[in-house]
């Protein structure tokens, strides 16, 4: 039960110009001084009765009345009985006393008169605090209190803390701000913020990668060490404590300073703690590129080519493809490590294909045709040549029945009637065939449409930087420098 000190709030002619905490504070306090001091005149009243000689007792006893009667007045007007009686006049007193000095603490909702808004009554504010929202915030209040969930974040250890420091030297952030830079411009979007954080779970010297709170990569570093980063043969000559670069999945060492020029002789890349992170971290970044475009970024996309090229953009979205279809399709290109940074090809091409339908593998192969130069760009050797991988005809002939008679997927376009004999057959092979090539050489598996796009979600588990190409993608001026067939 509350104790309701003071009644009404006070209407004093002189309070506009103090805080309206401080008058209510003062009144309640006059209200209980009041009622102190007369159940102090009752009290004394009681005590002339007696202490006086019989012809006085008249005017003790009609102001003992009078007294009484301010008292009970006081008590009734001033504070709950129910307080008074049920747990005594000292409580009461103390309730009220505790109740009145919070509600002058209590911050009041003060508006300016010129945007129409009412002052908010404090029964509403009451039944705010009931349920533990303000009038003026209300639910959202309490959601933008929530911790935002990041994009990206970094987790690192303890150790790992000076890394980051600026302060103190770190470079790590300056490196992952030039990152973030160079893949906006590759990947042709642009890449959200890394959110930085310490973790006291993780090992000291170990850092993990989230993509919207799930982790999808961690690893453990060297501080006081390089990592030389080679072939099996040129790092196992070097003393130090073997591991693989979490990149890229290559044979490393740690080795102490004084062997970077050992390593460097025997061919080894030598790199240190805060460039194996970043190479980590922007490797991770470009195999979920699709994961981080969303409708936002798709719809910023459109919006800068809708400053440059109005019509491009309107005569494509919404009238032949909503936003979300067009996304889809950018998605699966970024998937398969293909920029969409030439978004106008991509948007021309899809203006070609959608009035013929809107399935995806359709519309993914379209843009690919559109990009053919810069898909065979990056695979390019030293002169110019590019490396492909050839199927056996025979090989080629089963997966082209495979993939146009099962049901496809209707987001992956993957058939559902897999042979699995077959793709094991076609992973061993391609293994059998990398492993002979040399590390230089990046071959593409040539495999004619829709089964490539089918081909490249089933081998994407094991291998997925491995390109499938469809002949159609490459240039006509382009050499070949074929390394073998798959049977």
């Keep these: 039960m509350r104790a309701n000190i003071g009644g009404s709030e006070p209407k004093l002619p002189f309070h506009s110009g103090f805080p309206r905490g401080m008058v209510i504070y003062c009144d309640r306090l006059y209200n209980l001084l009041l009622t102190s001091v007369v159940s102090l005149a009752f009290v004394g009243c009681v005590a002339l009765i007696y202490a006086y000689p019989m012809q006085s ?38 309730s009220a006393i505790q109740e009145l000095v919070a509600e002058a603490a209590e911050p009041r909702d003060i508006r300016a008169v010129a945007d129409g808004s009412k002052p908010v009554k404090s029964e509403v504010r009451k039944a705010a605090k009931d349920i533990g929202t303000s009038p003026s915030t209300g639910a959202s209040g309490e959601m933008a209190s929530l911790p935002k969930l990041e994009k990206l974040t970094l987790e690192v250890g303890f150790q790992l803390i000076p890394l980051v420091d600026e302060k103190r030297g770190g470079q790590l952030l300056s490196r992952l701000r030039a990152l973030r830079r160079h893949l906006s411009q590759e990947l042709g979007f642009l890449i959200p913020p890394v959110h930085i954080t310490d973790n006291l779970r993780l090992k000291p010297r170990e850092y993990l990668v989230s993509l919207r709170g799930i982790e999808i990569g961690r690893w453990q570093v060297e501080l006081s060490h390089l990592l030389a980063v080679s072939a099996p043969t040129g790092s196992s000559s070097l003393p130090g404590k073997e591991t693989r670069e979490p990149a890229f999945g290559v044979p490393a060492v740690w080795i102490t300073p004084d062997l970077q020029e050992s390593a460097i002789a025997a061919g080894c890349s030598v790199v240190d703690a805060v460039t194996v992170i970043a190479t980590h971290l922007g490797e991770l970044i470009q195999q979920h590129a699709h994961e981080l475009l969303g409708r936002a970024e798709t719809k910023r996309l459109l919006g800068g080519l809708k400053e440059t090229d109005p019509d491009l953009v309107e005569e494509l979205v919404p009238k032949l493809l909503t936003l979300g279809e067009t996304r889809r399709v950018l998605q699966q290109l970024l998937r398969e490590r293909v920029s969409i940074r030439d978004i106008e090809s991509i948007l021309e091409a899809l203006i070609e294909a959608a009035p013929s339908g809107k399935n995806l593998v359709m519309l993914v192969e379209a843009a690919r045709h559109a990009l053919g130069p810069r898909l065979v760009q990056p695979l390019l050797d030293a002169e110019g040549r590019l490396p492909v991988l050839l199927l056996d005809p025979a090989l080629e002939g089963e997966i082209l029945l495979l993939f146009s008679e099962g049901p496809r997927h209707p987001q992956l376009g993957v058939s559902s009637a897999l042979s699995v004999p077959l793709i094991r057959r076609l992973v061993e092979s391609l293994k059998e065939r990398l492993g002979a090539i040399p590390a230089t050489e990046h071959p593409a598996l040539l495999c004619p449409s829709p089964a490539r796009y089918d081909l490249k979600r089933l081998l994407e588990p094991w291998m997925p930087r491995l390109a499938v190409l469809d002949p159609a993608d490459i240039p006509l001026n382009t050499s070949l420098l074929p390394l073998g067939s798959i049977v």
Excluded: K, P
């Design 57 to 94: 007792r008249v005017t003790a006893e009609i102001f003992f009345y009078a007294c009484l009667f301010c008292a009970c007045y006081a008590i009734v007007i001033h504070v709950d009985l129910s307080e008074l009686f049920g747990r005594g006049a000292f409580w009461a007193v103390r």
